[in-house]
């Protein structure tokens, strides 16, 4: 069963960049795309951007200048990088798998990261 | 690219339904039928329900249901249950630069 472990630094300053990953256990990264999601009280669900295995990526035009999502497939797991942040990137943030046999949907979620952007 | 429009709560008695709408547009819920639903519970990630407007992952009650009509996704629950009170949230598939947009929460309340 195919499960998402997320890690990174949850407290950060305006203008630092921000560096999640996610790990993926009893399965592969091929044949997938792979999903960054945040969540915030004023914004609601937002979908950040996504990656496959061979580093095809997608991003949310409102963010694509600060954000980039890379993949490791030896270690089998991917990246987020979120630049030049500010206090309304706090947020938590998720990992998350797109099943195209399933419409699209994201049908298996990382625990969530919670993340502070303060000075 | 902006939020699809939820109720932002809706409630019911147990035993009784009650729908969600999800309102877009033409180049969201309109235009694809990659509508699907969350439940979030507290402190919880999100766990899809409905995938490709109206079905159902396996281990879903079926008294979870989903349907679409123009601009407008619903999600029903049918016979609701204690444990049914969380959130709620629809996402849509809009094409190539916005990929996903999701819903504002519901909040469904067992009264």
């Known amino acids: 069963q195919v499960q998402l472990q997320q890690w990174g630094a949850g407290l950060l300053k305006p203008s630092e960049t921000l560096s999640l990953t996610c790990g993926v256990s009893?399965?592969?990264?091929?044949?997938?795309?792979w999903i960054w999601i945040r969540q915030s009280p004023v914004k609601g669900l937002e979908w950040i951007g996504e990656?496959?295995?061979?580093?095809?990526?997608d991003y949310n035009a409102s963010l694509k200048s600060r954000v980039t999502i890379s993949v490791d497939t030896s270690k089998n797991q991917f990246s987020l990088n979120l630049s030049s942040l500010t206090a309304a990137d706090t947020a938590v943030y998720y990992c998350a798998r797109r099943l195209s046999l399933w419409g699209e949907a994201f049908d298996i979620w990382g625990q969530g990261t919670v993340v502070t952007v303060s000075s | 690219q902006s939020a699809l429009t939820q109720p932002r709560s809706v409630s019911g008695s147990p035993g009784q339904s009650v729908t969600i709408s999800c309102t877009g547009t033409s180049s969201d819920v309109g235009g694809y039928n990659y509508v699907s639903w969350y439940q979030q519970h507290p402190g919880k990630a999100p766990k899809v329900i409905i995938y490709a407007v109206s079905k159902r992952p396996p281990g879903v009650p079926d008294r979870f249901s989903g349907s679409k009509s123009g601009n407008t996704a619903s999600l029903t629950i049918s016979g609701l249950q204690a444990e049914d009170e969380a959130d709620y949230y629809c996402c849509s598939y809009a094409g190539s630069y916005s990929s996903f947009v999701f819903g504002t929460e519901t909040k469904v309340t067992v009264l």
């Open positions: 009893g399965g592969s990264l091929s044949i997938y795309y």
């Open positions: 990656i496959n295995h061979s580093g095809s990526t």
